[in-house]
Nanobody
């Protein structure tokens, strides 16, 4: 069992930055893929990016070149650095874990077994 807690969300002006954190407890990330998703009001949850066990990262086209994912296994944490934020980035951001997933991480919700409670990111224009 893995418990995930996201933090770092908040209110920021367009063009600003936030660093979101995802901390795991119960078991380490180990050989797991960790994904970030977001859900805006009235919209479906969508893939933002992911990092696999070896540190390779994958991003949605909408955030490529603006968002960066990193992991610190010693701290059982994964980070989402968000830069050049836009109002359309406003959403609740979730991290999720796919234990034992090797290779390219999945981009679909059902491919992840454990989810955090989310952290709100609001970007004002």
């Amino acid at each position: 069992q893995v418990q995930l807690v996201e933090s770092g969300g908040g209110l920021v002006q367009a063009g600003g930055s936030l660093r979101l954190s995802c901390a795991a407890s119960g078991r380490s990330f180990g050989s797991s893929a960790v994904g970030w998703f977001r859900q805006a009001p009235g919209k479906e949850r969508e893939f933002v990016g992911a990092i696999n066990w070896s540190g390779s990262t994958y991003s949605a086209d909408s955030v490529k070149d603006r968002f960066t994912i990193s992991r610190d296994d010693a701290k059982s944490s994964v980070y989402l650095q968000t830069n050049s934020l836009k109002p359309e980035d406003t959403a609740v951001y979730y991290c999720a874990v796919a234990p034992g997933r090797v290779g390219v991480p999945g981009r679909r919700i059902y491919e992840y077994d454990y989810w955090g409670q989310g952290t709100q990111v609001t970007v004002s224009s």
